[in-house]
């Protein structure tokens, strides 16, 4: 009596859709062997059909055996695409305190390509940058072809509120003298500044001026 070897084919093997995900699945057959032919999966000895569903990425081993006692294992490894992740690629924060000029971009790596981008801030922009932005917090959400999804939350930070200070007055000697000394300085907005003095261009110190008023004005390296 000849006996035949036995073949187990994989018919069929699908990979995860996302990473971590339970949809995998595989379809193997068995053909030869001698009479009838059991098999059992190593990874859980209830399992009795040849294919197997709603797996997660791993490798799954098949050991078959027919009545006269010929034996074959074989494994299957099913895959699953990268962790879908996005990452801040620019950053570019509003000129002013309360100005809506920010600008946001991200980058996506991982899953199965071809991604559709949905920010927090407006259903319009619908790719990876985002701009017209004040200070504040964005979400931008990330779905690839095969819907697996992810999500970051950014902080967009702003400059703080630019004032003009005085914090230095030495005032005339006397009444008519022009010896009289203001400083002046910046706090907040973004550095380098420029000092006016009653509209007239000079640094922070005001010096060797007589009795009035004077008004000063202060602009940041934003305008």
């Not at 559709?116 to 985002?130: I, K, Q, R």
């Amino acid at each position: 009596m000849v006996h035949s070897g036995i073949i187990v084919s994989k018919d069929v093997l699908d990979s995860a859709s996302c990473f971590n995900s339970s949809d995998a699945s595989c379809q193997l057959s068995v053909s030869g062997g001698t009479g009838a032919v059991k098999y059992q999966w190593l990874h859980d000895a209830s399992i009795n059909r040849l294919s197997l569903n709603n797996l997660k990425a791993g490798i799954y081993s098949l050991a078959v055996e027919d009545d006269f006692g010929c034996r074959d294992t074989v494994s299957v490894e099913l895959g699953q695409p990268a962790p879908l992740r996005i990452s801040i690629a620019e950053i570019d924060t509003p000129s002013c305190s309360g100005s809506s000029n920010g600008r946001l971009k991200v980058q996506v790596i991982g899953g199965n390509g071809l991604y559709d981008y949905l920010w927090s801030v407006n259903s319009g922009f619908t790719n990876s940058e985002v701009s017209g932005l004040k200070a504040g917090a964005y979400t931008v959400y990330v779905k690839d072809f095969k819907t697996c999804q992810d999500s970051l939350l950014i902080n967009l930070p702003g400059p703080s509120i630019l004032k003009a200070l005085i914090f230095q007055i030495d005032s005339v000697s006397c009444f008519s003298d022009s010896d009289a000394v203001v400083i002046g300085a910046a706090q907040g907005g973004k550095a380098p500044y420029s000092y006016f003095w009653n509209q007239t261009n000079l640094t922070s110190e005001l010096r060797g001026v007589g009795k009035g008023k004077y008004l000063l004005n202060v602009v940041d390296a934003s305008g």
